[in-house]
């Protein structure tokens, strides 16, 4: 991973290496921007409170397994502090949804439910669909929204995602889609040509942990070339994609 990233650095650039306005303003007034004092503190508060549950939970994964735990008993604490959304994403993600104004968003992988109260801080009129497939899991992430009463912006499907991922992208269309889950390359591809159907011209689709492998590294180069994609973002851990009909076809390698 070490060898990736510095392959990444020596590729990437910064703002003053993006010619396109609209990556360039996505750049300056989103990505590099620094999150207020009202959601940092929101987001501290929800962080120190998930890492004290020690309670232990056992775990049905249906993805490519875990790099850090062996067994499926695993504590509440530990996956917040091993395979949650880290702050930094999380304040990034925060910062998305308000830049581009996201009212409608899905999410595969719901997990612990971090990312899922990060896209609501201070961002009342969103509205979540979020899928978990481990009802373990999903009992602790209800558990978080209902404590802090964001639950009204949040549609929780105890679900395996291939089963109701056709149902949702042929009843719905969403300005945001958040792909934390299977980390297989068939299975992601699968994601991203179902969540075709419910994209918009100025949808955005985030994919997590694009070098997690290098089967994520090859999914990610597929996603990247099909033709309707027109811009993609690459941060190293996140790959984001536009599709918007304006722009011209570019992909840009951004530090973060």
């Known amino acids: 991973m070490i060898s990736k990233y510095l392959s990444f650095l020596a590729k990437s650039t910064n703002q003053h290496g993006v010619h396109s306005p609209f990556v360039y303003g996505l750049v300056t007034s989103c990505i590099y921007k620094k999150s207020s004092p009202s959601v940092e503190d929101k987001l501290k508060i929800f962080f120190k409170r ?9 775990i049905t994964d249906f993805g490519a397994g875990s790099k850090y735990f062996k067994n499926n008993k695993r504590k509440v604490s530990a996956l917040a502090r091993k395979v949650g959304i880290s702050k930094k994403y999380a304040l990034l993600l925060n910062r998305l949804v308000s830049h581009l ?10 997990s612990i439910g971090l990312a899922t109260m990060a896209m609501c801080i201070d961002n009342k ?3 979540i669909d979020t899928v978990e497939g481990c009802s373990e ?19 929780v499907y105890n679900e395996n995602i291939k089963n109701i991922l056709p149902v949702l992208t042929s009843t719905k269309k969403y ?15 699968d994601y991203f040509e179902q969540c075709l159907q419910a ?10 942990d694009i070098n997690w492998s290098e089967a994520m590294q090859e999914t990610w ?15 190293f851990r996140w790959g984001l994609v536009f599709f918007r009909k304006e722009q011209n ?7 973060f």
Do not use: M, P, W
């Open 125 to 127: 009129k969103i509205k």
């Open 137 to 155: 899991i999903t009992k602790v992430a209800t558990s978080q929204f209902e404590h802090y009463q964001i639950k009204d912006q949040v549609i």
């Open 199 to 208: 994209k918009h011209n100025d949808s955005v689709f985030i994919f997590d």
């Open 221 to 235: 180069e597929t996603i990247k070339s099909h033709s309707e994609v027109k811009v993609t973002i690459d941060l």
């Open 50 to 58: 998930i890492k004290q549950n020690h309670t232990e939970i056992r």
């Open 175 to 189: 300005d945001l889609v958040y792909v934390d889950a299977n980390h297989q390359k068939e299975a992601t591809l």
């Open 249 to 255: 076809k570019e992909h840009f390698k951004i530090r």
């Open 101 to 110: 104004e996201v009212n409608q968003a899905l999410e595969l992988g719901t």
